[in-house]
């Protein structure tokens, strides 16, 4: 099966993934240098098999640690020159979109998540994300299931030992109802020198997520 886009039709172009692509014998007898469309006849090295040379391009899609790729995905794929091609990309929790580098010169916003790039070559580019950090508030629950981050909280740190490592002067940590054990030691290195050591500057507030909401 040549895989032609819709001979039903009489559309006797190559789809991309066609095995008749890059399938052709270069050194063939009387080979013309132009196919039915008057294209150029080797695009990609080899000739392919039939009267339509197949324009494609590859695009090559990866992404930094924190997300990932989801339209089309990651990995090669090979497209008609000329295709518009929606890409996105997803942060995972506790990461944010930065923006998409690499061949990026016929990408309509390489600082947007959700873009269109024109394929006009091969491209490869990559998506970039960066870790989210707290702001003056730090939260803390210990029933917390997100990104254990502390930056709201559906991603509080499970840990008061994690916010207390991070927290400097000016910083507030809401502590929803909940038990908290230490883990570092001071000291000694047994676990009878366990214990949370507050850091000067940094208030900590305790209670119910519900009394946290608009004031503290």
């Not at 390489?110 to 070559?121: F, G, L, V």
Request: charged fraction near 15%; aromatic fraction near 10%; proline fraction near 5%.
């Amino acid at each position: 099966d040549p895989l032609f886009a819709n001979p039903g039709i009489g559309d006797f172009h190559l789809q991309v993934i066609s095995p008749c692509i890059d399938g052709g014998n270069n050194s063939a007898t009387n080979l013309p240098a132009e196919d039915f469309e008057r294209e150029g006849r080797i695009l990609h090295g080899t000739v392919d098999m039939g009267a339509d040379e197949c324009c494609y391009y590859n695009l090559s899609l990866s992404s930094s640690t924190g997300g990932s790729v989801s339209t089309p995905g990651e990995g090669t794929y090979p497209y008609d020159c000329g295709t518009d091609v929606a890409i996105t990309a997803v942060a995972d929790a506790c990461y944010s979109f930065v923006n998409w580098t690499g061949d990026t010169s016929e990408i309509a916003d390489p600082n947007s998540a959700s873009t269109t790039i024109i394929m006009n070559h091969n491209y490869s580019i990559q998506a970039n994300f960066a870790p989210i950090t707290p702001g003056t508030i730090i939260y803390v629950n210990d029933d917390a299931t997100g990104g254990n981050c502390g930056y709201d909280w559906e991603n509080a740190f499970t840990s008061l030992q994690s916010a207390l490592d991070i927290a400097v002067a000016g910083h507030e940590i809401w502590v929803a109802s909940g038990t908290y054990f230490p883990t570092a030691t001071h000291g000694g290195t047994s676990s009878r020198h366990q214990s949370f050591q507050m850091k000067n500057g940094v208030e900590i507030y305790e209670g119910d997520i519900v009394s946290f909401v608009g004031d503290d």
